[in-house]
């Protein structure tokens, strides 16, 4: 096991830095000159290639890179353009927010979807199934813009039970205020994810439940509730585990949309700010620290295979 995991380990080194060239590439190709953006439009040409070489934005893109790469080395992720603070500071606090919203859409769409997906697999080909899938191709197809648009109508504006847009800490106004303003963007984010897992979550039963050791379970007399809970159920964990796994890291990238929505000042909002402001520090900062919470969120998952299927050996 530590020997896979630390082979996992180094593994992040390659990737990481396949991503660090990538998202540094891109994000100078865009056009537009953050250097004039900070200035503004009165801005005289002196004066924006001074900022520019204060900046370092006049040196050779290689040059810029390795800087880039040796002050992360160093911990350092660097400086905003536009933000006060440090890169870190900046991050970690627009990071909360994110995790916090994407913690509610998972736990909405686990604790939705695989009940569902459960039920449909019992009831396959029966009126609850079809009901059930059609609920599940639904969630699938339906946007999350769309989707949270939709619940603000309905739960902000008609019936004003939830509030439309904001963001409160828990540890500024409780745990109930922050779930009250968490749950429609969770809604909103973990909707799609839900419709993946009912979907998922019905084919791995039914995949378990047409296996011979089933069959020879019904042949002995075994109760069919035992049969389901104990031995289909337990065998499905890994594909269900798996993409209620990836829907964490679906939605913590796709966080952009509902923040935008919903006003939520998490990492996708910055992100998006960023983009538009050519804030070249922040973007490059915050897409190779999800990239690593992407590895190890993949790593925590093969780890949990270990643990639910001894089948499944970690070497």
Same mark, same amino acid.
């Not at 080194?13 to 250097?35: C, E, Q, R, T, Y």
């Not at 800087?67 to 911990?75: E, K, M, S």
């Not at 909405?108 to 979807?113: E, N, P």
């Given at each position: 096991?530590?020997?896979?995991?630390?082979?996992?380990?180094?593994?992040?080194?390659?990737?990481?830095?396949?991503?660090?060239?990538?998202?540094?590439?891109?994000?100078?190709?865009?056009?537009?000159?953050?250097?004039?953006?900070?200035?503004?439009?009165?801005?005289?040409?002196?004066?924006?290639?001074?900022?520019?070489?204060?900046?370092?934005?006049?040196?050779?893109?290689?040059?810029?890179?390795?800087?880039?790469?040796?002050?992360?080395?160093?911990?350092?992720?660097?400086?905003?353009?536009?933000?006060?603070?440090?890169?870190?500071?900046?991050?970690?606090?627009?990071?909360?927010?994110?995790?916090?919203?994407?913690?509610?859409?998972?736990?909405?769409?686990?604790?939705?979807?695989?009940?569902?997906?459960?039920?449909?697999?019992?009831?396959?080909?029966?009126?609850?199934?079809?009901?059930?899938?059609?609920?599940? *191709?639904?969630? !699938?197809?339906?946007? $999350? +813009?769309?989707?949270? =648009? @939709?619940?603000?109508? %309905?739960?902000?504006?008609?019936?004003?039970?939830?509030?439309?847009?904001?963001?409160?800490?828990?540890?500024?106004?409780?745990?109930?205020?922050?779930?009250?303003?968490?749950?429609?963007?969770?809604?909103?984010?973990?909707?799609?994810?839900?419709?993946?897992?009912?979907?998922?979550?019905?084919?791995?039963?039914?995949?378990?439940?047409?296996?011979?050791?089933?069959?020879?379970?019904?042949?002995?007399?075994?109760?069919?509730?035992?049969?389901?809970?104990?031995?289909?159920?337990?065998?499905?964990?890994?594909? *269900?585990?798996? !993409?209620?796994?990836? $829907? +964490?890291?679906?939605? =913590? @990238?796709?966080?952009? %949309?509902?923040?935008?929505?919903?006003?939520?000042?998490?990492?996708?909002?910055?992100?998006?700010?960023?983009?538009?402001?050519?804030?070249?520090?922040?973007?490059?900062?915050?897409?190779?620290?999800?990239?690593?919470?992407?590895?190890?969120?993949?790593?925590?998952?093969?780890?949990?295979?270990?643990?639910?299927?001894?089948?499944?050996?970690?070497?």
């Amino acid at each position: 096991m530590h020997k896979y995991i630390f082979k996992r380990l180094l593994a992040l080194i390659p990737v990481l830095f396949i991503v660090s060239v990538v998202i540094f590439m891109l994000i100078h190709l865009v056009p537009g000159d953050p250097a004039a953006m900070m200035l503004g439009d009165k801005a005289t040409p002196e004066q924006i290639a001074n900022l520019r070489h204060t900046l370092g934005l006049d040196q050779p893109l290689l040059t810029q890179y390795f800087n880039w790469i040796a002050d992360i080395f160093r911990g350092d992720l660097g400086t905003s353009f536009f933000m006060k603070g440090t890169m870190t500071e900046i991050i970690g606090s627009h990071m909360v927010p994110t995790v916090q919203q994407t913690l509610v859409a998972v736990a909405f769409a686990a604790l939705i979807g695989v009940p569902l997906g459960m039920i449909a697999a019992v009831k396959r080909g029966r009126a609850a199934d079809q009901i059930i899938s059609t609920f599940s *191709i639904i969630g !699938v197809s339906l946007p $999350s +813009f769309l989707m949270g =648009l @939709g619940l603000i109508l %309905v739960f902000s504006v008609k019936l004003g039970w939830l509030p439309s847009s904001g963001y409160k800490s828990i540890a500024g106004f409780g745990w109930g205020t922050h779930i009250r303003y968490m749950l429609l963007p969770g809604i909103a984010l973990g909707f799609i994810e839900m419709g993946l897992i009912i979907r998922m979550t019905r084919s791995s039963m039914l995949e378990i439940m047409g296996s011979d050791y089933i069959r020879m379970a019904k042949a002995k007399g075994v109760s069919r509730f035992k049969i389901f809970a104990k031995h289909a159920l337990k065998n499905a964990l890994v594909g *269900i585990v798996t !993409v209620v796994g990836l $829907s +964490f890291i679906s939605c =913590l @990238g796709g966080a952009a %949309v509902t923040e935008t929505i919903f006003n939520i000042p998490g990492i996708g909002k910055l992100t998006l700010n960023a983009v538009m402001r050519r804030d070249y520090e922040v973007v490059q900062a915050v897409v190779l620290v999800v990239s690593l919470l992407n590895v190890l969120c993949t790593l925590v998952l093969d780890l949990l295979y270990g643990l639910i299927d001894p089948r499944v050996r970690l070497s």
